[in-house]
């Protein structure tokens, strides 16, 4: 994954009024933290900082911090609930060599048989790998795969370098018998019949 600019300044105003004043103007407020470092708290381009991540949140910014250049990866990145802004963003100061443990999605590529249902139980990984090597995702093929198939963590490829940390034993994908219309249908009789039953009269 490759490194992205992004210019920050320094922010010396806290607190939820000049937090709405920097979004109005157009910014997010983060900290900056790691390495034992004193946490720093900067003002980033909102409109940037979404360009930047558009890739995934395992995305490594070369942060501009008033003239010196930082690389930082977002640990947490707030929304508003409703209105989806951002609200704030955590970044976690990082070095070239260093390895990050991050959650990476998984990919499922391919088509099980036909008369399958295949069940996507785990949609990320965690793994530990080099900061500046984070795949944006992790393929796992289930091309043909059959009824009874199951794919756990630990027999997942991994990018070269990486090393997981999910319990092997997580279930990721497993593959099943597709119900048939008939059962599906009486499935939902069944439901049905049980939810429009009445309580059994107390006998007196």
Same mark, same amino acid.
């Given at each position: ?92 100061? @990082?070095?070239?060599? &260093?390895?990050?443990? /991050?959650? !990476?999605?998984?990919?499922? =590529?391919?088509? %099980?048989?036909? +008369? ?48 997981? @940390?999910?319990?092997? &034993?997580?279930?990721? /994908?497993? !593959?099943?018998?597709?119900? =048939?219309?008939? %059962?599906?249908? +009486? ?18």
């Amino acid at each position: 994954m490759s490194e992205i600019r992004l210019s920050a300044q320094s922010r010396t105003e806290f607190g939820k009024g000049a937090a709405r004043r920097a979004r109005r103007a157009g910014l997010v407020p983060a900290v900056l933290y790691g390495h034992g470092s004193e946490a720093r708290h900067l003002s980033l381009s909102a409109q940037e900082f979404s360009r930047a991540i558009k890739g995934g949140a395992n995305t490594v910014l070369t942060l501009d911090i008033d003239g010196t250049e930082q690389l930082a990866l977002p640990r947490a990145i707030v929304r508003h609930p409703l209105r989806d802004h951002l609200e704030h963003v955590d970044l976690l100061i @990082v070095r070239r060599g &260093e390895k990050v443990t /991050v959650d !990476v999605p998984v990919h499922l =590529t391919g088509d %099980a048989v036909p +008369g399958t249902l295949v069940l996507h139980e785990l949609t990320t990984l965690a793994i530990e790998v080099d900061a500046l090597a984070i795949p944006e995702r992790i393929e796992v093929s289930i091309d043909g795969a059959e009824a009874g198939t199951q794919v756990t963590a630990g027999t997942i490829a991994l990018p070269a370098g990486a090393t997981l @940390v999910t319990d092997p &034993e997580a279930l990721v /994908v497993a !593959v099943q018998i597709a119900p =048939t219309a008939e %059962a599906m249908e +009486g499935a939902t009789e069944a439901e049905g019949e049980t939810e429009a039953s009445p309580e059994p009269a107390e006998q007196g």
